[in-house]
């Protein structure tokens, strides 16, 4: 079982940064591939960005050049720093931990960005 709780979320102006972090219960995390999805109101979940075990990273097109996600092995966590946010970043924010088995899903964080 693999708890994840996510953090940094909230209300910015366009073009403003912030920094979403997820921490979770196991360490088995770490070795796993992690991601961070969104979902905007009326639409369906999308990926963000995803971050293998081995530490190879991918984007969607939406955000490339803008979000970064990065982990902290030693602290089970895993971070999406966004940078020149646009109103139709808006979105709750969640974090996934995608194991061979299953995976599992954090609670979501929500994302404002004001134009």
């Known amino acids: 079982q693999v708890q994840l709780v996510e953090s940094g979320g909230g209300l910015v102006q366009a073009g403003g940064s912030l920094r979403l972090s997820c921490s979770a219960s196991t360490s088995i995390f770490s070795f796993n591939t992690k991601a961070w999805y969104r979902q905007a109101p009326g639409k369906q979940r999308e990926l963000v960005a995803r971050?293998?075990?081995?530490?190879?990273?991918n984007y969607a097109d939406s955000v490339k050049g803008r979000f970064t996600i990065s982990r902290d092995n030693i602290k089970n966590a895993v971070y999406l720093q966004m940078n020149s946010l646009k109103p139709e970043d808006t979105a709750v924010y969640y974090c996934a931990a995608e194991l061979p088995s299953r995976s599992y899903w954090g609670q979501g964080t929500q994302v404002t960005v004001s134009s």
């Open positions: 971050i293998t075990g081995g530490g190879t990273t």
